[in-house]
């Protein structure tokens, strides 16, 4: 009996600790450019238990996400321009993700809230 109970609440928290992880949607925030101009970005996300497949979409049009894995609250995935490969890792916060990059030797860090449907 309490094998039982232990099992179904490791299961419980488990299944909670999946849900509060889902990135599944959109996210939108602005992005500071290196000319100082301001460029909004949105991601779609989705995920399918450690999976991260989705897109990023700017005024200059759609990029597929490459490789991306999800573990726990973290991130990571790749965006691929021309020949560059620009790695991405992120973490979610509730409502929000932060997401760094590292391109080219630039570093960034932005948020992106989670856009209600």
């Known amino acids: 009996m309490k094998k039982t ?7 419980f ?12 949607g959109d996210w939108k925030g602005i992005v500071k450019l290196p000319n100082g101009d301001d460029l909004e970005l949105t991601y779609k996300l989705k995920t399918e238990g ?3 497949t989705g897109s ?3 005024s200059y049009g ?7 894995k999800v573990k726990g609250e973290d991130f990571t995935f790749k965006l691929q321009f021309g020949d560059s ?3 991405q890792t992120g973490k979610l916060y509730g409502d929000s993700i932060v997401i760094k990059s590292n391109f080219q030797g630039n ?3 932005n948020t ?3 856009v209600a449907k």
Do not use: H, N, W, Y
């Open 107 to 109: 570093s960034r860090q």
């Open 85 to 87: 490969v620009m790695e």
């Open 62 to 68: 759609e990029i597929p996400l490459m490789d991306g």
């Open 56 to 58: 990023v979409v700017s």
């Open 112 to 114: 992106f809230k989670r």
């Open 50 to 52: 450690e999976a991260l």
């Open 13 to 24: 928290v488990f299944a909670l600790a999946c849900f509060a992880a889902d990135l599944t």
């Open 5 to 11: 109970l232990i099992s179904s609440a490791l299961v």
